[in-house]
């Protein structure tokens, strides 16, 4: 199947600086990416949809400023969490739709990176 | 708004044996795809399973199969001859299809299985 990589698997960071998270499709070219949260023992909350070379569509509550998402490329999105806080550490999956593949459904899933702000 | 709902947040099974986890979806639309993902402890999602709603028969995969009975908005998974690597969250999940959709997943809360040797 397709493979979505991300990195960091995992981040430590001091409260007030800057994270990024990267999402690749390694063999695919990946139009839309999701952007999910996870909290422990909790299901994934969506936070935007990243469409290459547009904005990306946040969620409702979700700060797009805190929250900065870019997809530069048809197989990279990022997400960048800016002025870090401790309530920010949080698990974040990002999956991809392979072009052509809307109508099938199915997403592909990254490793998913936790974030722990100290 | 759909939402999908998962009644379990905890099931047990004895390895070899057959367990079933539920799901029911609520939506307006008719045409979907309902989609059940595993969460290892490795937190990567796998597909499992995929159902679309256009399609009366049940899909299969291997030992995992679905029970969609679209009348009644449930999704249920069942899982045979289970075995100690199907430990692991499972989540059921939702997609609405229309031409121009983002198709992003509603998940609901997710079931715990254990599989007791």
């Known amino acids: 199947g397709a493979v979505v990589s991300q990195h960091p698997s995992r981040v430590i960071c001091k409260s007030g600086t800057s994270v990024k998270i990267e999402c690749r499709s390694l063999?695919?070219?990946?139009?839309?990416m999701f952007w999910y949260r996870q909290f422990p023992k909790q299901s994934l909350m969506l936070m935007a949809t990243?469409?290459?070379?547009?904005?990306?569509?946040?969620e409702q509550g979700v700060e797009k400023d805190k929250f900065l998402i870019n997809h530069a490329s048809l197989t990279l999105s990022t997400l960048t969490v800016t002025s870090a806080h401790p309530e920010d550490s949080s698990f974040y999956i990002c999956?991809?739709?392979?072009?052509?593949?809307?109508?099938?459904?199915?997403?592909?899933f990254g490793e998913g990176s936790r974030l722990t702000v100290l | 708004a759909q939402t999908v709902t998962q009644s379990q947040p905890e099931m047990s099974v004895q390895e070899a044996e057959t367990v079933t986890l539920s799901c029911t979806y609520d939506?307006?639309?008719?045409?979907?795809?309902l989609f059940w993902y595993k969460q290892p402890p490795s937190r990567q999602m796998i597909l499992v399973i995929r159902?679309?709603?256009?399609?009366?028969q049940n899909a299969t995969e291997n030992r995992f199969s679905v029970n969609f009975q679209k009348a009644a908005k449930s999704f249920s998974l069942k899982i045979s001859d289970s075995q100690l690597g199907d430990a692991a969250m499972y989540f059921c999940?939702?997609?609405?299809?229309?031409?121009?959709?983002?198709?992003?997943?509603?998940f609901g809360k997710g079931t715990k299985l254990s599989v007791k040797p």
């Open positions: 999956s991809a739709r392979a072009m052509g593949q809307v109508l099938t459904g199915e997403l592909f």
């Open positions: 063999d695919f070219q990946a139009t839309t």
């Open positions: 990243s469409n290459e070379g547009s904005k990306a569509t946040y």
């Open positions: 939506t307006s639309e008719s045409d979907y795809y």
């Open positions: 159902q679309e709603a256009y399609k009366q």
């Open positions: 999940a939702y997609r609405f299809n229309y031409g121009g959709s983002q198709g992003n997943l509603i």
